[in-house]
């Protein structure tokens, strides 16, 4: 199989709530969300993959999520000229406003 970039599709808000949820339930307190801007998004998609790979990391006890890049043989884009990106930020306290995603 090959990535073609149609990967992951639509879910319903109901689906969403359900999700996210049951990941509430088994992680009180912990980390539920996590934001990366717009800039590192683009740049990552702008190496020329199908889309992006997200890897789950911790650091000094703190979830993380790390995204690179993937090529349509389904492959991490990574050596030189290709970018690795972390330093999101996480919620909470990052939230925003209570909705069904994360309350």
Known sequence: ??????????ISEARATELTKHYR??????VQS???GRK???TLLN?????????????????QLLA???DANENDQLGDGFIIADE???????SG?????NS
């Not at 199989?1 to 639509?10: C, K, L, Q, R, T």
């Not at 190496?47 to 997200?54: E, K, S, T």
């Not at 999101?88 to 306290?93: F, I, K, L, N």
């Open 68 to 70: 690179v890049g993937a």
């Open 34 to 36: 996590y934001f990366l």
């Open 40 to 42: 590192i998004i683009e």
């Open 88 to 94: 999101g930020t996480c919620g909470p306290p990052h």
């Open 97 to 101: 406003q209570a909705n069904f995603l």
């Open 25 to 30: 339930e088994a992680n009180p307190g912990q």
């Open 47 to 63: 190496q020329g993959g199908m889309g992006i790979r997200i890897y789950y990391g911790i650091d000094n006890g703190v979830p």
């Open 1 to 10: 199989m090959a990535f073609d970039g149609n990967e992951g599709s639509p």
